[in-house]
DNA sequence: CCGCCCGCCGTAACCGGTTACATAACTCGC
DNA sequence: GCGAGTTATGTAACCGGTTACGGCGGGCGG
């Protein structure tokens, strides 16, 4: 029935568990005629280490913990890509859980990682700080991802989202657009707040009116929004989404009624899904796996007493100009609604 | 420095650790005050249950291994995200590696899963059943994905690339295409040349001509597809790729050169990955996650003793028509190369 | 020839939980 | 008042590995 053990090698091969046990990790204080038979008996009884056991008394598991919210779009995929790609060229597993807003839930999650990874990974920019410190087993290494302020002697990873925000903005003032509408993130969303600052930054800066449409990061919010334009007896000649999705339903919506982009009404985002190459979307590029990935790397480093700067790191994302954010010419003006 | 131990709570609450287990377990046979007892101990501790050890004495361990080539595209992240819903909602984690096309490397992938989780969700196309056999911890329950063949006791699960293909050809032909050509997969590749075989019956059961082009399944692929067809002087009204990015180059491509779509030449792909929707590609949806999350289901029922059909499941495609492939006019005909 | 060192190996403790079994206290029926 | 049954608890074995420690035999120097 179960699978053989240590104890079933050892057996077969006449030697004791110990012996097993050094001839198959490779210590060098075995005989060479004991470590083949060892490996002879382990092969025939196609024997595989239980790894469970084997981290309970190494006290070492050599994985590492994920908590995710229930990111939409090609966040949360991207995201475990470049997670996967550093923890597997590292020999780490990844043990994954995507946790739903509730935060008694993530709790449970956190503490269910306890004893079966080396550290943990954290994304969770609704959960309050304080909670989170609670919730998180003291003694785990931990990094979060994107999270509303630092935890002691946690270090952090996030975007600045503001900065990507205010380029895109001055991007499209240098382009010659004025009127330019935000489409926000949904309420609480802290990546969505700092996005509509560094917009508000810039149109501040340059005495331009700010107009601010709600959203909640889903498509629909964009076609929404796009209507609500159009609609509207306000002059509007850029929109500048709080994400591409957004964007991407705000794009349609506009072309379908007619309206062309950018010459009427150039159209930006933020994230860089691969979706926005496409349809040739000026964007912010938020490199999500690359994040991930780096996380993952530091999260190891300071596992293996590797890292030097404990200190929380703030990723640059970086502008993509495309089509929808072209220089406005003097063939499109004035078109849309005066 | 470590964390508290149960043998800590058991300690401070005074009495034994059995007791602290029962407690914690919520077993009935605690006395309500000892209950207490132990529970105010274990906060003031901060004890949480060391989760290796509990999988280990329970031989249990809640978790599920996920193994996956690298995927490219959307496909990896979908997948995922299917199995990770699903397994979050019965209470399981998901522990994730990702294997490189190498076989060994595949092997010791599966085997450092032993031991740690309670079943295996395998993908591996591209690997040799009996290798993957050989690979696999003979007494892990697991389930095969897009797999080759089945494997004994092993229930796969799988889409019917063959029947997509076929009723994409078909929906081709009803629409008024004759001289389809198809853009093949990577050699090798099991989807590919099912999807390839699917194309192959249709034109043999309307006596049409098959032409096949070679391809990997990325976009650069479709593009040279394109070129291929314009330069070629055989007669093409429709294209169906093997898979969506081959479409989606190959619909850059032709429209760059001025070939309208689908009036002189129609394009279909496979796969139907978001991307599809924005350019109206007609193409055969795979709801990879869905199969994700189905594969999830069924490997806990098994692990549950709930599976009650023990067979491989075969899961059909659905026809997504869309724009490029609308039914031919008179308006759009013999112009491409006569 | 004796003592020491060294290389190889086995015994048993340990990692942190669960739980079978023993025990103790207490009730109940006669 | 005493045996049986019930309930709450403790002790220790166990899950499957790793490894500290001690034993044993052989080579070597003195």
């Known amino acids: 029935m179960g699978e053989a053990?240590?104890?079933?090698v050892a057996r077969r091969a006449e030697v004791s568990?110990?012996?097993?046990?050094?001839a198959l990790n490779g210590l060098d204080n075995v005989r060479a005629e004991t470590r083949e038979?060892?490996?002879?008996?382990?092969?025939?009884?196609?024997?595989?280490?239980?790894?469970?056991?084997?981290?309970?008394?190494?006290?070492?598991?050599h994985a590492i913990g994920v908590v995710l919210p229930d990111l939409h779009g090609e966040f949360f995929s991207e995201c475990v890509?470049?997670?996967?790609r550093e923890a597997s060229r590292r020999g780490y597993l990844l043990l994954l859980s995507n946790m739903h807003d509730d935060s008694d839930q993530a709790a449970v999650a956190l503490r269910t990682m306890r004893g079966r990874v080396d550290g943990l990974l954290v994304m969770a920019p609704h959960i309050a700080p304080e909670t989170l410190?609670?919730?998180?087993?003291?003694?785990?290494?931990?990094?979060l991802l994107n999270s509303h302020a630092d935890l002691p002697g946690r270090p952090a990873l996030r975007f600045d989202n503001r900065a990507g925000a205010e380029a895109m903005v001055e991007h499209l003032v240098a382009n010659g657009y004025r009127h330019i509408v935000h489409i926000a993130g949904p309420d609480g969303n802290l990546d969505a707040a700092q996005r509509a600052e560094g917009y508000l930054a810039v149109c501040a800066r340059h005495h331009l009116p700010p107009r601010i449409l709600p959203g909640n990061f889903n498509e629909e919010a964009g076609e929404?929004?796009?209507?609500?334009?159009?609609?509207?007896?306000?002059?509007?000649?850029?929109?500048?989404?709080?994400?591409?999705m957004m964007a991407i339903g705000c794009l349609h919506a506009l072309r379908d009624a007619g309206t062309r982009v950018p010459e009427d009404i150039a159209v930006a985002g933020f994230d860089d899904v691969p979706l926005a190459r496409y349809l040739s979307l000026s964007t912010v590029r938020v490199n999500i796996a690359e994040m991930g990935a780096r996380a993952v790397a530091r999260l190891i480093?300071?596992?293996?007493?590797?890292?030097?700067?404990r200190a929380s790191e703030i990723l640059t994302p970086e502008l993509v100009m495309r089509a929808?954010?072209?220089?406005?010419?003097?063939?499109?003006?004035?078109?849309?609604h005066a």
């Not at 929808?324 to 849309?336: E, F, H, K, M, V």
């Open 5 to 8: 053990t240590i104890r079933d």
């Open 17 to 22: 568990v110990a012996s097993v046990s050094r």
């Open 37 to 61: 038979k060892v490996i002879k008996a382990a092969n025939e009884l196609g024997y595989v280490p239980h790894a469970g056991a084997r981290s309970l008394s190494l006290a070492r598991a």
């Open 81 to 84: 890509r470049g997670m996967d």
């Open 133 to 143: 410190e609670q919730a998180i087993p003291p003694a785990l290494p931990s990094i």
């Open 224 to 244: 929404a929004a796009a209507r609500a334009i159009l609609a509207s007896t306000t002059r509007t000649d850029a929109v500048f989404a709080a994400n591409d």
């Open 301 to 309: 480093d300071l596992l293996e007493g590797k890292d030097m700067h």
């Open 324 to 336: 929808t954010t072209a220089p406005r010419t003097a063939s499109g003006n004035g078109a849309a």
